[in-house]
């Protein structure tokens, strides 16, 4: 889950690392770096799921490189590490996650607990890595290929 970090360090001049507060700079696959931070305190890797956990829940872009995150904001990774089974798992609960969001005081959010909550299916690593193999090269014909080139 992502963290605020102050105010004071943020910054347009690309000054520290890049920031995403929420949803606001993503793009259809990949979000636009408009904003640093020179005091981060949340991180995203390249290649996890930028996952928005308020107004509105449910948007994704996955991360084209090393970030910081705000509360609005979560970063997902499979254990495989595969950003396209993430990205595939997250398509296909996000209604429910969307269903589950609780009323905040002004917008829908997620919490921890309700992420952790979500039911994830466990299949043997051997499956695992033979269906990542056949999703990854059909993701790589669809998305730009900056993570999966």
Not at 51 to 57: G, H, I, K, L, M
Not at 70 to 98: D, P
Not at 107 to 117: D, E, G, N, Y
């Amino acid at each position: 889950m992502g963290q605020s970090p102050p105010g004071s360090s943020y910054n347009e001049y690309f000054n520290g690392v890049p920031f995403y507060q929420g949803s606001a700079d993503f793009g259809q696959w990949y979000p636009t770096e408009r904003i640093y931070c020179t005091a981060p305190t949340r991180f995203a890797n390249k290649g996890d799921v930028l996952f928005s956990v308020r107004a509105p829940v449910g948007d994704m872009n996955i991360a084209l490189s090393d970030c910081a995150i705000g509360r609005g904001l979560c970063c997902i990774r499979h254990k495989s590490g595969s950003t396209a089974l993430t990205y595939l798992y997250l398509t296909n609960t996000k209604s429910v996650m969307e269903h589950n969001a609780g009323e905040g005081a002004v917008f829908k959010s997620l919490s921890k607990k309700q992420l952790t909550m979500l039911p994830v299916v466990s299949i043997p690593d051997v499956i695992a890595k033979s269906f990542i193999k056949i999703l990854e090269f059909r993701v790589s014909n669809i998305v730009p290929p900056y993570i999966f080139g």
